[in-house]
């Protein structure tokens, strides 16, 4: 019999748990009531009780368990291989934090707790908010965004809220046009215009263009330093001059501070506020829309606006302040992700500060080498002393018609997760990659190794990576249309269409 023809027990076709149903089966029991039944009915109106739900999976616990187990295999992880994805910076999360974070006082810590019940989750918060400050060199900082692109949005109204006590809020916001997209959005959504600023030709700030487009119109300029190619902005002090000349401010989009920290600070080359990633540069593992923390530092004359609570001293106490009448408010319920800021203070404490700058050299140290390994088969087309990331384009592979998107592809099939594909902008299919310090040289080696082979093969045989992946259990899908009109119910057999995702 040939190996197509058995029903393998265990398969890479895992089946539907609708698909394994079989009626009456449970996963559970319960205890019996203790207390006296009550009719639902009754109680909750009979329109309001559910018989059954159509089509709802009856199955075991076994297997349940091991359904889901099995799916789970499938998932790429940060604990089981590198993610090279460019500006995302996807590191390793130290176990130590998630032991941390799950201490029972922590853990269980309830946000409507009395103060005086929660001054060690604040003494968290505020030794968290104390290392953030040494670190980026501001004056002061919330914790409260949920993530960077929430950071933007809370530093560009403390920037509008701060205008506006001068007089005027101003009409545009400066934007390098290699920018992550949260930055325009942020500045649209903040009630701004966007004005975007070409790159020069060697990618970065272009202080002629800036000169010019610096005006009393300008509320601020976002930049992100080392920018989207990591290359840091040697200008940056120039830039910030030229800014506050004209009553504008520096916003600093802090993603790439796995670059910076413990090397250079954003408070002393000029910046008047920024946020961190704290899922990025802190190790808190992200991906999959999990939690993440955007805190948001300030220069003195932005700490005014700052959300509130703020935390405060009282005598030998922690307190909150909300008596802070130039406040922007509340950007989000309680405190901020306080699971995040665990990790991130245990992150912190774990390295110290010697630590944390050799974590940035070896970041930078990594992305450099492959940068070398790399450079005789893929096209660099800002050929600037890059720091924690590089990019490539795909010009030299699209001449055999093959572009990043396939490439990254390809390396599926060498089991790695792809780089960031086509970002940022102002590189022709880029390929964006970001080893993080994480990384051994055993695994850089075999991701290079695996890149140079997808380059010999694109001129022996493009036809093989660009119908890549192979080895996975579904190949190319039609990703717009996998957007625009996902298909995520599920119906019943007999009705025809099977799940689709
Ligand atoms: C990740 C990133 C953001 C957005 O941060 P989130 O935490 O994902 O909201 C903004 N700018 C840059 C450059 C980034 O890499």
């Not at 934090?97 to 019940?117: D, I, K, S």
């Not at 290079?448 to 080895?471: G, M, Q, R, T, W």
């Amino acid at each position: 019999m040939s190996i197509q023809k058995v029903r393998a027990h265990i398969s890479q076709n895992e089946a539907l748990l609708f698909e394994r149903s079989s009626p009456g089966k449970r996963g559970y029991q319960l205890p019996g009531l203790d207390v006296p039944p009550v009719d639902p009915a009754a109680a909750l109106g009979a329109e309001n009780v559910r018989v059954e739900i159509e089509g709802f999976p009856e199955v075991s616990e076994v297997e349940a368990i091991r359904h889901f187990t099995r799916l789970s295999t499938w998932n790429y992880a940060i604990d089981y291989g590198m993610y090279p994805l460019g500006s995302c910076t996807m590191k390793y999360n130290p176990r130590v934090n998630e032991l941390v974070a799950r201490t029972e006082g922590l853990a269980w810590a309830h946000p409507y707790q009395p103060e005086a019940l929660s001054q060690g989750a604040m003494e968290v918060m505020a030794r968290l908010e104390a290392a953030l400050l040494e670190i980026t060199g501001m004056d002061a900082v919330t914790l409260q965004p949920a993530a960077g692109a929430h950071g933007e949005l809370t530093g560009i109204l403390l920037v509008r809220a701060c205008l506006e006590k001068r007089g005027n809020p101003r009409k545009k916001i400066l934007i390098p046009d290699s920018a992550h997209g949260t930055n325009p959005a942020t500045a649209a959504i903040a009630g701004y215009a966007v004005e975007n600023i070409r790159s020069s030709e060697r990618g970065t700030l272009d202080l002629a263009a800036l000169e010019q487009a610096v005006t009393e119109e300008v509320a601020a300029l976002m930049v992100t330093n080392p920018n989207t190619l990591g290359v840091f902005e040697e200008n940056i002090a120039r830039v910030s001059e030229l800014l506050h000349r004209k009553g504008a401010m520096l916003y600093m989009d802090g993603a790439n501070m796995n670059a910076l920290v413990g090397i250079t600070r954003p408070g002393d080359f000029g910046v008047d506020v920024m946020h961190l990633n704290l899922h990025k540069t802190f190790s808190t593992p992200h991906g999959g829309g999990g939690p993440g923390g955007g805190p948001v530092a300030v220069k003195k004359v932005l700490e005014p606006f700052l959300p509130v609570p703020r935390l405060k001293r009282a005598g030998k106490k922690w307190t909150w302040n909300y008596k802070r009448p130039d406040s922007i408010g509340r950007v989000r319920a309680f405190y901020g992700n306080f699971g995040v800021l665990v990790r991130a203070l245990a992150y912190i404490l774990a390295h110290g500060g010697e630590g944390l700058r050799n974590a940035t050299l070896d970041a930078v140290l990594n992305a450099n080498y492959l940068r070398k390994k790399l450079e005789p088969y893929f096209d660099l087309p800002y050929p600037l002393p890059n720091m924690h990331e590089v990019v490539f384009s795909d010009d030299r592979q699209s001449r055999r018609g093959v572009r990043t998107g396939d490439i990254a592809k390809r390396l599926i099939d060498y089991g790695f997760h792809p780089y960031t594909v086509s970002f940022p902008l102002i590189v022709h299919g880029a390929l964006m990659i970001e080893p993080t310090e994480t990384e051994g040289k055993l695994e850089l080696d075999q991701f290079a190794d695996a890149l140079v082979s997808i380059a010999a093969e694109v001129e022996s045989d493009p036809d093989l990576v660009k119908s890549a992946p192979h080895s996975t259990r579904t190949s190319r899908v039609d990703e717009v249309t996998a957007a625009r009109r996902p298909v995520v119910r599920w119906k019943p057999a007999s009705t025809g269409s099977q799940a689709a995702g």
